[in-house]
């Protein structure tokens, strides 16, 4: 079945470095959409892509949508404490469209 | 605002127990659908429904039951609570159309233990 990967699964990082996660598909999305939770927290919604090399900034956070539109990346830049949380991509499920396939997350921990 | 709202945010059950998580939407969301989170595996579906009186299985749904009466409620029910079953559940709704694929908005979770 269609599978939603990430890489790393956890990053301890220094509060000011960068952090980098990586989401890879098995099938070509139409979108793919970025969620972060908060430790104990629920996952909400920070950003959605739809085409092909698309990036686009939210102030620190970078999101990149590759250009096969199977692969996508969440760039921080000098990251703070409040960015702790676990980061997951979702895509549409290639055979229900209008549900979404979420990869297992990448944890951030940010050292003060 | 409420957003979707599920109760309770706690629950701890016997093996074989029968219970109902709640969830409600008060953004008018034809798109409703439940999800466990265990460690390491991310979220999984277990069920999800485009409008009222329509629901269907995702990955997981073995052990669960729902049901969309109206747009707003969509009710997950535990049938003979299993210790597999401990997660924590999420509710989550969506402006979803046949032609967007919307936004998901969660609720704060249910966190449950089966003894």
């Known amino acids: 079945g269609q599978q939603v990967m990430q890489i790393p699964q956890y990053q301890h990082v220094q509060e000011g470095e960068d952090f980098t996660t990586y989401c890879n598909s098995s099938t070509t999305l139409s979108n793919i959409q970025w969620y972060k939770q908060r430790p104990g927290g629920h996952p909400v919604f920070l950003i959605q892509?739809?085409?092909?090399?698309e990036v686009k900034k939210q102030k620190r956070l970078t999101f990149q949508f590759g250009e096969a539109k199977k692969n996508s990346s969440l760039h921080i830049t000098a990251t703070q404490t409040t960015d702790v949380g676990t980061y997951f991509c979702a895509g549409p499920d290639f055979n229900y469209g209008q549900n979404f396939v979420f990869g297992p997350g990448t944890r951030l921990s940010v050292l003060p | 605002n409420a957003g979707v709202t599920q109760t309770p945010k706690f629950q701890v059950l016997k093996t074989g127990q029968s219970m109902t998580l709640q969830c409600a939407q008060d953004m008018n969301h034809e798109y409703m659908s439940w999800y466990r989170q265990d460690p390491g595996m991310g979220l999984r579906l277990i069920h999800y429904?485009?409008?009222?009186?329509?629901?269907d299985q995702g990955e997981v749904p073995n052990g669960y039951n729902v049901s969309r009466s109206t747009t707003e409620d969509f009710p997950l029910r535990l049938l003979s609570a299993a210790p597999s079953q401990t997660s924590v559940y999420f509710c989550a709704s969506s402006p979803w159309t046949t032609t967007n694929t919307g936004e998901l908005f969660f609720g704060e979770g249910s966190r449950l233990t089966v003894l």
């Open positions: 429904s485009v409008g009222a009186g329509i629901t």
């Open positions: 892509l739809v085409k092909s090399g």
